[in-house]
């Protein structure tokens, strides 16, 4: 309906990673899948500017924040709300 396309990542090549891509060939969102998980989960990733800037702002508005970490994907942190929701942001190279 929207002409998005499922590819594998030729950058993890043992994963079971799927990148869901829009018709221009951006990523919008990835699949993973692991035979060992005890249930489904979701994950949500927002992708930003500037990690360690955006975490800082978590923070400041009551939420906390983990590590910022480095990947060969970009510069992320999980981030906790106010109330309790976990979810990850990335600055991507």
């Keep these: 309906m929207f002409g998005y396309t499922l590819d594998g990542n030729p950058d993890l090549p043992g994963a079971d990673f799927t990148f869901l ?3 221009d060939g951006k ?3 990835g699949i993973m899948g692991s ?6 989960v979701w994950a949500t990733t927002f992708e930003v500017a500037d990690t ?3 975490a800082g702002r978590a ?8 590590p910022v970490e ?3 994907y970009g510069s992320f942190a999980t981030l ?8 990850s942001v ?3 190279p």
């Design 90 to 92: 990335i600055a991507r």
């Design 52 to 54: 360690p800037a955006t």
């Design 35 to 40: 035979p060992d998980a005890a249930a489904a």
């Design 70 to 72: 480095d990947s060969r």
């Design 80 to 87: 906790t709300d106010p109330f309790g929701t976990e979810f």
């Design 59 to 66: 923070v400041r508005a009551g939420g906390t924040a983990g």
């Design 21 to 23: 891509r829009r018709p």
């Design 27 to 29: 990523e919008i969102g």
